[in-house]
């Protein structure tokens, strides 16, 4: 796949939009990012929990969920709505944003990811116990060997960010599922500023702001908190999303 094809794929979410404004979206949000928000141009909205602040207990703390999304989300899309105002980045949708920007284009850089990122990771969790598809679990077998190790390499990733980032499933231009990590708020669709491009499939938050207050700077057990909490569903949706 070329980079020209790979932008098209990673943009899909914005031609849905364009061609069905109304439904599609809402209904298969291929970006990850629920509701209207997807593939939106700005100005951008912050996307509602999907769920009650409280309802990850005892795994993430209401506490940690209000401010996280309420404050942190809430100003990277504040300060993402300022930084593309009056820029050419002002007509393009979201996942366009992620694929122009490079690093002059810092606050658009920063803030867009973190829209995002945000909009991404709040419905990869649930209080719902789900499980993971054998489909899914056969795509991991074969891509990774092992459940297992595919469990330990994103451990890995998530602890091995340096400072601020997030670990990432992705679905890399060859179609193949891949683990990697990202510095602050940058994502795999960032292909001007990331070595291992792709679309994110599932991404875990590991900047101190999303387990602090309950877990201080214990970052595996945020980790491992993480795994009671996935939504495979929202995981199985995305993939299959990636592989169309
Ligand atoms: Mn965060």
């Known amino acids: 796949m070329d980079k020209r094809e790979f932008i098209k794929l990673a943009g899909l979410a914005g031609v849905a939009a364009l061609s069905n404004p109304s439904g599609l979206l809402a209904a298969t949000p291929v970006s990850g990012i629920t509701g209207k928000t997807g593939g939106a141009k700005a100005p951008f909205e912050l996307p509602p929990l999907p769920y ?33 105002n009056g820029t050419t980045f002002a007509s393009l949708t979201l996942e366009q944003i992620l694929n122009k920007v490079t690093e002059k284009d810092k606050a658009i850089r920063n803030n867009g990811g973190g829209h995002y990122n945000h909009s991404l990771f709040w419905p990869l969790l ?48 060859e179609k193949k599922l891949a683990v990697t990590s990202t510095p602050n708020q940058d994502n795999p669709l960032m292909h001007q500023l990331v070595k291992e491009r792709g679309i994110p499939v599932m991404g875990l938050d590991v900047w101190e702001h999303a387990y ?12 491992a908190a993480f795994w009671n909490v996935v939504n495979w569903n929202e995981v199985q949706k995305r993939y299959d999303m990636a592989l169309k």
């Open 52 to 84: 009650a602040a409280d309802a990850l207990e005892p795994n993430i703390d209401k506490l940690t969920m209000e401010i996280h999304h309420d404050k942190h989300h809430g100003a990277y899309v504040k300060n993402l709505n300022e930084a593309v």
């Open 212 to 223: 602090y207050l309950k877990h201080q700077n214990r970052r595996p057990e945020y980790i």
């Open 126 to 173: 649930s209080a719902e116990k789900t499980a993971p598809s054998d489909k899914l679990k056969s795509a991991i077998n074969s891509a990774f060997g092992s459940w297992d190790t595919f469990q330990q390499k994103f451990n890995d990733a998530a602890k091995g960010v340096f400072g601020s980032g997030w670990a990432w499933l992705i679905l890399t231009p």
